[in-house]
């Protein structure tokens, strides 16, 4: 495969989402396909310091602006360093979140405005857009549900703590990109257990590529 694609995985607080990706990944390089794994915020040096600021619970209050701001410069320096040479070399590039996320955290969770979040986000990702999007939908408070159970501390970060409104904003706006792009944007239910939405993953992504670019799971 000489071009690359670009896909992203997507979801409120406790989707499932860094799990699928991973095994999304693993699935791939079984097919002898060259598979980058990166994340959001993060991905670089640069991006994992402002991960670092963006999550900790412990940090001073951080408004909407400056969060806003500080995960767009993470994002330029993402796609310039990790996503558009990956996507040169040929890869399958997976990021666990991508300029979606901003729309629902930054737009919809913060209530920014989301023509100029949108705005930014295009100058931030250079107009770089996933080839494929996987949304993993699942009800806000599941999805919380799910946080507290796996850690013995309960929420452990700044966007895991905030409120059940919070995060049901947040789902709305992932359910408003979907609607704006279903070409782009899938959604797959994530409200059963890892190997079924894995599955219904590997269906979704297998019809992609072999669509889109010629790849056969043999």
């Known amino acids: ?26 699935y791939l390089r079984s097919m002898e396909l060259r598979v980058t794994e990166t994340r959001e915020p993060g991905g670089t040096e640069i991006g994992e310091a402002i991960r670092r600021v963006l ?28 996503i558009k040479p990956a996507l040169e070399r040929g890869d399958v590039l997976i990021s666990d979140r991508y300029a979606d996320a901003t729309v629902a955290y930054q737009g919809f969770g913060r209530g920014l405005d989301l023509e100029r979040v949108e705005e930014l986000n295009e100058a931030a990702t250079d107009g770089l857009s996933p080839d494929l999007t996987l949304l993993l939908d699942l009800e806000a408070e599941a999805g919380l549900a799910r946080v507290e159970g796996r850690s013995r501390r309960g929420r452990t970060d700044r966007f895991e703590c905030e409120t059940l409104e919070f995060h049901e904003r947040v789902r709305e706006g992932y359910r408003y990109v979907a609607s704006r792009q279903p070409d782009r944007v899938k959604v ?4 059963n257990g890892i190997e079924a939405v894995q599955e ?3 269906a979704v992504v297998g019809e992609f590529l072999e669509t889109k670019v010629g790849v056969r799971d043999n």
């Open 200 to 202: 219904r993953i590997r």
């Open 1 to 26: 495969m000489s071009e690359g694609v670009f896909i992203t995985v997507e979801g409120v607080e406790g989707s499932g989402k860094s799990t699928q990706a991973r095994l999304l990944a693993e």
């Open 55 to 82: 999550l900790s619970p412990s940090r001073e209050e951080i408004s909407a602006e400056t969060e806003l701001l500080l995960i767009l410069a993470c994002r330029a320096d993402h796609v310039e360093r990790v």
């Open 188 to 191: 797959i239910p994530a409200d």
